[in-house]
Nanobody, 126 residues
Framework: EVQLVESGGGSVQAGGSLRLSCAASGGTISMSTMTWFRQAPGKEREGVAC???????ISSDPAKGRFTISKDNAKNTLYLQMNSLKPEDTAMYYCATGAARGTAGWWFRPSAYSYWGQGTQVTVSS
């Protein structure tokens, strides 16, 4: 069974950077869509960035220009480079895979994904 473990979260000041990692086991990420989600207290889980099996990328509006998703197929690891962090980026960040393709936008629908990591907390102070 696929297992995902996120790491790299922490507390930073606004304008700082973090690099999140998601180590996968039990599957090969090169064959699957991999997506970063985040969820702040009291808010719904939202997609941040997605990388498909062909390496194409879709980023959410908040992530564009600041966050970069990437993967290392040899290491079976997904990354999220987060720059110019803002307090509104504060959330638990999750990686997910095992998505069932559907209508447009499926890649950012949490319900589409079968496998999730435990999350890593990102806190950005002003």
């Amino acid at each position: 069974e696929v297992q995902l473990v996120e790491s790299g979260g922490g507390s930073v000041q606004a304008g700082g950077s973090l690099r999140l990692s998601c180590a996968a086991s039990g599957g090969t990420i090169s064959m699957s869509t991999m997506t970063w989600f985040r969820q702040a207290p009291g808010k719904e889980r939202e997609g941040v960035a997605c990388i498909f099996n062909d390496a194409s990328i879709i980023s959410s509006d908040p992530a564009k220009g600041r966050f970069t998703i990437s993967k290392d197929n040899a290491k079976n690891t997904l990354y999220l480079q987060m720059n110019s962090l803002k307090p509104e980026d504060t959330a638990m960040y999750y990686c997910a895979t095992g998505a069932a393709r559907g209508t447009a936008g499926w890649w950012f629908r949490p319900s589409a994904y079968s496998y999730w990591g435990q999350g890593t907390q990102v806190t950005v102070s002003s």
